[in-house]
C-alpha cells in the first residue's frame, strides 16, 4: 500500500469518526431508556427519522433558515418520545417484558410505515448545513457538514451529562435506575421519572436523526433499522447503562464503519462490526465501561 | 384454488419459524436469531437438492442438524449474557449470517446455466416440487404434516417434565437453579431445538418459492419469528397457530383491500393486541375459558 492509499484511509476513517456521533447519540438513547425501566425500546431509531422526517414537515409550513430544522427535530423528538411512552409502555403490564419488546417492534413498523404512507416511498432531501465548507489539514480534508453534525453530536452529549449530573432530575433518573423502589421511598415519582426519560431521550433521537439527514443529504424509512442494530450495538460494546462508554463506542464504530467498507467494501463492513461485538460479548461481555454488579 | 393452498403454505412454514423461537422463549430467552437458523436450513437444503441432487426428506434432515448445530454452538458464548444483551446478541448473529449469505457464492456448471448461490442476486432455481411433479396441493400436504408432526412433538414435550423444567427456567432462572436444574444445559437444549426446527423450516421455505436471497432473512424476519409466539402467548402451541393466521392471513392477506392503508394497520394492531392483551391472544386465562366451554357438560356430570 502506497501513501496515498493511506491518506485515504485515514479520511475515511475520520469522516467514519465524525458521523459516529449520531451512532453515540443512540446509543445514549438506548442505554438511558433501558436504565431508567429496564425495558428495550426498539421503536427509539425509528422514531428519531420519524422526528426529523416531522422537522421537514413543519419547516416546509413556515419560512425559516435551515438552522431550525435540527430545533425542530429535537422538539418533534421529545413529542414522540412522550407519545411512544404513552403507546407502548403505559398500559402494558411492568412484569411483562416481552409485551413491552413486541409493542414498540409494531410501533416501529408503524411509524416507517407512517414515513412511507405520508411520502410515497420517496427518499427526501434533508438541507445539510456548511456543507460547501472544506477544512484543508495537511493532505486531509474535513467536511464541513460531518464537523458541524460531530460538534452537535459534542453539544448534545455535554448538556446531557449536565442534565443528568447535575440537576435534580438527573439525579432521580440516575434513583430511579439504580433502586426503583427505594427511589419511590424517598418521594420520586417513577412514571413522572420515565415519561421525562422518554421525552429527553426523544429530544436527543430527534437530533440525532436530523445529523443522520444532515451527513447523509437525505432522509428514507429504509434508515430505520440499521440505525437500530447499530444503536443497540454501540450500547453493547460501550457497556450497558455508561453514558461515556456509549460515546466511545459509537464514535469507534463509527470510524471502523469506515475502516472496513475502505479496505473490505460495502457488502462486508457490517459483517466485520458484528463479529467486533461477538468478540466484545465473548471477552468483555460488560463492555468498555461495565456497570458495578451487586446492585439487586 | 392455487392461491389459498399457497397462502396455506405460508402459514405452515410461518409457523415452523414461530415455534421455533416459541421453545427458547419458553425459557425466557429472547432470540433474535432465528432467522438465521431459518436461512442457513434454507441455504443447506437448497445446495443439497440442487447441486447434489439429493432427495428433499434427506435434505431437510440435514438442514435441520445444521441449523442446530450451528444453534447450539451459539448458544454457547450467547446466553452467557441475558436479556438486552442476549437480543442484541442475537440480531448480530442473525446479520452476520444474513451478511455471509450476501458474500457467499458457490456455483456449479449444469448444462447452459450456472446453479448454486450467487452472493447478492441470490440462490436461483431451487426447482424440486415442479421438477418431481409435487403440485401446490401436494406441497402443502407435506408442509402441514411436517408441521402437525413439529407441534404434536412440542405439545407432547409441553405436558412431559421437560416442558416443565424449560417453564421453571423461564419464569425464575434462580428458583430454578436452585431446584437443582442445570440453566445453561436447559437453555442450550431449547435453543438447539429451536434451530432445528427453524432449519427444517428453511428447508421447505427455499423450495415452495423457488428463489432465495439474503434480503429474506433480515431482522424483519426475525422479529416476525418472535412476534408470532409472543402475539399468541406462551401457554401452549396453538397460540404461535393463532398468531400466524392473525398475522399471515388477516393481517397480510385479509386486508389487501385496504390498500396503502393495510401496511399501517399491520403495525397498529400488534400495539393495539399488546396493549390489550399483554399476555398474548391465547394466553392461560382464555385456554381455562376454552376448556371450560368445551368440557363444561362432563365436569357437571362429574359433580
Redesign the interface.
Same mark, same amino acid.
Not at chain 2, 266 to 271: D, M, R, S, T, Y
Given at each position: 500500500m502506497d501513501l496515498l492509499d493511506l491518506i485515504d484511509a485515514v479520511q475515511s476513517v475520520a469522516d467514519g469518526v465524525l458521523f459516529g456521533a449520531t451512532y453515540a447519540l443512540l446509543g445514549i438513547g438506548f442505554t438511558l431508556i433501558f436504565g431508567v425501566m429496564h425495558k428495550l425500546n426498539l421503536s427509539y431509531a425509528a422514531a428519531s427519522i420519524g422526528a426529523a422526517y416531522a422537522s421537514l414537515l413543519i419547516l416546509a409550513g413556515i419560512e425559516a433558515p435551515a438552522i431550525f430544522v435540527f430545533l425542530m427535530a429535537a422538539v418533534a423528538g421529545g413529542v414522540i418520545g412522550g407519545l411512544v411512552y404513552l403507546i407502548a409502555f403505559k398500559f402494558i403490564p411492568l412484569a411483562n417484558p416481552l409485551a413491552t419488546l413486541m409493542s414498540t417492534v409494531g410501533l416501529l413498523l408503524l411509524i416507517d410505515e407512517i414515513i412511507v404512507h405520508s411520502t410515497a416511498g420517496v427518499p427526501l432531501n434533508y438541507p445539510a448545513l456548511f456543507s460547501d465548507v472544506i477544512i484543508p489539514m495537511g493532505p486531509f480534508n474535513l467536511r464541513g457538514d460531518l464537523i458541524f453534525v460531530f460538534a452537535l453530536g459534542c453539544v448534545c452529549m455535554v448538556v446531557l451529562l449536565l442534565l443528568l449530573y447535575r440537576t435534580k432530575l438527573g439525579l432521580a433518573t440516575r434513583a430511579v435506575s439504580q433502586q426503583p423502589i427505594a427511589s419511590e421511598l424517598c418521594g420520586i415519582s417513577i412514571t413522572h421519572v420515565n415519561v421525562l426519560t422518554f421525552v429527553l431521550t426523544g429530544v436527543v433521537g430527534g437530533i440525532a436523526g436530523a445529523m443522520t439527514g444532515a451527513a447523509i443529504g437525505m432522509l428514507s424509512p429504509l434508515l430505520s433499522l440499521p440505525l437500530t442494530v447499530k444503536g443497540l450495538i454501540v450500547t453493547v460494546i460501550g457497556g450497558l447503562g455508561s453514558i461515556p462508554g456509549a460515546i466511545i463506542a459509537g464514535l469507534v464504530v463509527g470510524g471502523l464503519e469506515n475502516f472496513f467498507q475502505f479496505f473490505r467494501g460495502v457488502s462486508e463492513r457490517d459483517l466485520y462490526i458484528m463479529l467486533l461485538l461477538f468478540a466484545f460479548l465473548i471477552f468483555r461481555p460488560g463492555g468498555i465501561f461495565p456497570t458495578t454488579a451487586g446492585r439487586d | 384454488m392455487d392461491f389459498y393452498f399457497g397462502l396455506i403454505q405460508i402459514i405452515g412454514v410461518h409457523t415452523l419459524l414461530g415455534l421455533s423461537a416459541y421453545c427458547v422463549?419458553l425459557t425466557g430467552q429472547?432470540s433474535l436469531a432465528q432467522a438465521g437458523f431459518f436461512a442457513i436450513g434454507a441455504y443447506v437444503a437448497g445446495m443439497l437438492t440442487v447441486i447434489a441432487q439429493w432427495p428433499l426428506v434427506p435434505a431437510l434432515g440435514v438442514s435441520a442438524l445444521v441449523a442446530g448445530a450451528t444453534a447450539c454452538a451459539v448458544g454457547f458464548?450467547?446466553l #452467557?449474557?441475558k436479556? *438486552?444483551?442476549l437480543?442484541?446478541?442475537t440480531?448480530?448473529?442473525g446479520?452476520?449470517v444474513r *451478511?455471509?449469505f450476501?458474500?457467499f457464492t458457490y456455483q456449479v456448471q449444469a448444462g447452459n446455466i450456472r446453479l448454486g448461490p450467487h452472493?447478492?442476486e441470490g440462490f436461483r432455481q431451487i426447482r424440486y416440487f415442479p421438477e418431481n411433479g409435487w403440485t401446490t396441493l401436494d406441497v402443502m400436504l407435506f408442509i402441514w404434516a411436517v408441521v402437525a408432526l413439529v407441534m404434536a412433538g412440542l405439545w407432547w414435550l409441553n405436558r412431559s417434565r421437560a416442558g416443565a423444567v424449560l417453564r421453571a427456567v423461564g419464569e425464575d432462572e434462580l428458583a430454578a437453579q436452585s431446584t437443582g436444574i442445570n440453566i445453561t444445559a436447559v437453555k442450550i437444549s431449547a435453543m438447539t431445538v429451536g434451530g432445528v426446527i427453524a432449519g427444517i423450516g428453511g428447508g421447505i421455505f427455499a423450495h415452495y418459492t423457488t428463489h432465495i436471497e439474503h434480503v429474506q432473512f =433480515?431482522? !424483519?424476519l426475525a422479529?416476525f419469528a418472535?412476534?408470532y409466539p409472543?402475539?399468541g402467548g406462551l401457554s401452549n402451541v396453538f397460540g404461535t397457530l393463532l398468531a400466524v393466521i392473525f398475522i399471515q392471513g388477516f393481517l397480510i392477506e385479509g386486508l389487501r383491500f385496504m390498500g396503502?392503508?393495510r401496511? *399501517?394497520l399491520?403495525? =397498529?394492531?400488534? !400495539?393495539l393486541?399488546?396493549?390489550v392483551r399483554? #399476555?398474548g391472544l391465547l394466553d392461560a386465562g382464555a385456554m381455562l375459558a376454552l376448556k371450560r366451554l368445551f368440557f363444561s357438560r362432563k365436569e357437571r356430570s362429574d359433580a
Open positions: - | 422463549l429472547v458464548p450467547a #452467557r449474557v436479556g *438486552l444483551m437480543v442484541v446478541a440480531v448480530a448473529f446479520e452476520a *451478511l455471509f450476501f458474500n452472493g447478492g =433480515g431482522v !424483519v422479529t418472535i412476534a409472543i402475539l396503502d392503508w401496511n *399501517l399491520f403495525g =397498529g394492531l400488534i !400495539v393486541a399488546m396493549n399483554p #399476555r
